[in-house]
């Protein structure tokens, strides 16, 4: 794919984290296809040199949009706020609209005609839309990069160390390997995903959320 | 053969002047030299979009058959490059 049909990364995030067979989205630890969609804008954001990040902070480069509504809105939100905050703040603060997000990615694959929108009846009384690949050839693809990356030892493309670590936090990463895999390739894929301050800040913030919600259940 | 070069960057690598250094260490890594050696000792501040820099030199090197060397990191950017696990890819000489 050329640079300007190329798949942004939350769209490559979202595609693989539809089921190919149902078209449905897997079953995923609760908040971590949110945290992990606001991380890709960020990321996104940070390629086009638009913000920057460190251990503690992140902070505006350029306030420039970059002509994409759904990365201009949180570049909006980031230049306005007068402290620079940590990337954490920015995942939890940019997660808030939760599956608005998810459905606006959604929404523009199936405009770009990689998925498309189907509506299904559950119990023949509840609606529900699912979401097939029309071709599945893009997410072949990425799949692909992803598999011939982890079993080599060559130094990755930033945009391919960021999806790794979108696709770890998740925990999708481990779903598209073998146990054996798993096993094999845990190094490489903590390698490659910790090259990114970014998802290293993604990983904690899922596990801190998952930490809250499980203490909430305890303490209502 | 393999030739090597260097170069040393001062003060600060980040998302302002990144794709400044980008095309800087990039075009070092021209004709015969295959290998670069950056000079870090003069580096106070690297970020995110720095530290991006560094592994598109080292990919680029590694590309052409040689390899990127970071040395003389002063120990807060040092403590970064162990944090990000770059000394595990990259060559750095404390």
């Known amino acids: ?220 | 053969m393999t030739t090597s070069t260097g170069c040393k960057p001062v003060g600060r690598l980040d998302g302002a002047n990144a794709a400044t250094y980008e095309k800087e260490f990039l075009g070092l890594l021209v004709g015969d030299v295959t290998s670069l050696n950056i000079d870090l000792s003069g580096l106070d501040y690297i970020s995110s979009a720095g530290l991006r820099v560094l592994l598109v030199a080292a990919k680029a090197a590694k590309g052409k058959g040689g390899k990127l060397v970071l040395s003389s990191p002063k120990p807060a950017i040092l403590e970064v490059l162990k944090i990000s696990g770059f000394d595990k890819i990259i060559e750095v000489r404390a």
């Open chain 1, 1 to 220: 794919m050329t640079p300007s049909n190329r798949l942004t990364l939350a769209e490559e995030l979202v595609l693989i984290a539809l089921d190919d067979e149902s078209g449905s989205l897997l079953s995923l630890p609760p908040f971590s296809l949110e945290v992990a969609i606001a991380a890709s804008l960020l990321m996104e954001l940070e390629l086009a040199g638009r913000v920057d990040s460190d251990e503690d902070k992140l902070f505006v480069i350029s306030p420039k949009p970059t002509g994409l509504a759904i990365l201009d809105e949180p570049l909006e939100e980031i230049v306005a706020e007068s402290r620079q905050l940590p990337t954490s703040a920015w995942l939890r603060r940019l997660a808030s609209p939760g599956p608005v997000l998810r459905e606006r990615i959604i929404g523009g694959l199936v405009d770009r005609g990689v998925l498309r929108s189907v509506e299904k009846r559950l119990l023949w009384v509840f609606r529900t839309r699912v979401y097939p690949p029309i071709t599945g050839i893009e997410e072949r693809e990425v799949r692909s990069r992803i598999m011939t990356l982890l079993n080599n030892d060559e130094i990755p493309d930033t945009r391919d160390a960021l999806l790794i670590g979108l696709l770890r936090a998740t925990g999708i990463m481990y779903r598209l390997l073998s146990s054996t895999e798993r096993e094999r390739l845990r190094d490489r894929i903590d390698q490659i995903a910790n090259l990114e301050g970014i998802n290293r800040a993604l990983s904690a913030t899922i596990s801190e959320l998952l930490i809250e919600l499980t203490s909430a259940s305890f303490h209502p």
